[in-house]
Antibody, heavy 118, light 113 residues
Framework: EVQLVESGGGLVQPGGSLRLSCAASGFTVSSKYMSWVRQAPGRGLEWVSVIYSDDSTSSADSVKGRFTISRDNWKNTLNLQMNSLRAEDTAVYFC????????????WGRGTLVTVSS | DIVMTQSPDSLAVSLGERAAINCKSSQSVLYSSNNKNYLAWYQQKPGQSPKLLIYWASTRESGVPDRFSGSGSGTDFTLTISSLQAEDVAVYFCQQYYLPPYTFGQGTKLEIK
C-alpha cells in the first residue's frame, strides 16, 4: 500500500528540539519531491520545507535556520529536525509527496502533533 | 510571497445544489512557457489529512468524482461542486505551486444548508 506515516511528535519546551520522521511505503522517497506541511490547531495549512531530487532544500522564512529537512534513502524516510522551537510552531505536521517537477501534493500522511509549551 | 485569498470563508449549500469556492492569487500563477496554471485544490474532512482534488487548475485527480471541477487562469480560480453530496462537507483549500513558498488559501468551510 502506498502511504506515509509520520512519527516523533510530542510535547517540548520552548527552545527545545524535536526530530520528526516520515516512513514511506509503496514508493521510494528518493524518486519524488518530498515536503513538510503544518497546520496549527483550528487553522489553515502552512508549507514548511521541501527537499528536491538533487537533495537541495528550501524552507519557509518562519522556520529558516531552525528546521532542517533531510532524506534517508536506505530507510526510505523523510525527516525534519526542529531546533529552537517556539510556541507558534505548535501544529500537526504532515509529510507530503509531490510528483517530480510539480509541487502539488498527491499523497499525505495522517500527521503528528507537535506542542511547544512550558 | 504569493498570497492566496479564498472566498467565501464559509458556505452553506443544500444537498443536490451547486457550490462554488473562489481563490485569488496576488500574482499570476500561469507559466507562459507551458501555458499551465500552478494551482491545486484540496479537501480536508474533520480529523483527516488533506486530499488532492484538482491540479493544474482543472485536472481532476484519479478517483475524484466528476461533480468536482476546477476552472480559471492567471490569478482567479474556482472550485465547483455541481451537485452537493453529504460526504462533501469539509474545508477546501487552494494552493499555488508556482513559486516557493508554496502558499495555501485560508480555507473555505462547506456545510449543508
Amino acid at each position: 500500500e502506498v502511504q506515509l506515516v509520520e512519527s516523533g511528535g510530542g510535547l517540548v519546551q520552548p527552545g527545545g528540539s524535536l526530530r520528526l520522521s516520515c516512513a514511506a511505503s509503496g514508493f521510494t522517497v528518493s524518486s519524488k519531491y518530498m515536503s513538510w506541511v503544518r497546520q496549527a490547531p483550528g487553522r489553515g495549512l502552512e508549507w514548511v520545507s521541501v527537499i528536491y531530487s538533487d537533495d537541495s532544500t528550501s524552507s519557509a522564512d518562519s522556520v529558516k535556520g531552525r528546521f532542517t529537512i533531510s532524506r534517508d534513502n536506505w530507510k526510505n524516510t523523510l525527516n525534519l529536525q526542529m531546533n529552537s522551537l517556539r510556541a507558534e510552531d505548535t501544529a500537526v505536521y504532515f509529510c507530503a509527496r509531490a510528483p517530480m517537477s510539480s509541487w502539488y501534493f498527491d499523497l499525505w500522511g495522517r500527521g503528528t502533533l507537535v506542542t511547544v509549551s512550558s | 510571497d504569493i498570497v492566496m485569498t479564498q472566498s467565501p470563508d464559509s458556505l452553506a449549500v443544500s444537498l443536490g445544489e451547486r457550490a462554488a469556492i473562489n481563490c485569488k492569487s496576488s500574482q499570476s500563477v500561469l507559466y507562459s512557457s507551458n501555458n499551465k496554471n500552478y494551482l491545486a485544490w484540496y479537501q480536508q474532512k474533520p480529523g483527516q489529512s488533506p486530499k488532492l482534488l484538482i491540479y493544474w487548475a482543472s485536472t481532476r485527480e484519479s478517483g475524484v468524482p466528476d461533480r468536482f471541477s476546477g476552472s480559471g487562469s492567471g490569478t482567479d480560480f474556482t472550485l465547483t461542486i455541481s451537485s452537493l453530496q453529504a460526504e462533501d462537507v469539509a474545508v477546501y483549500f487552494c494552493q499555488q505551486y508556482y513559486l516557493p513558498p508554496y502558499t495555501f488559501g485560508q480555507g473555505t468551510k462547506l456545510e449543508i444548508k
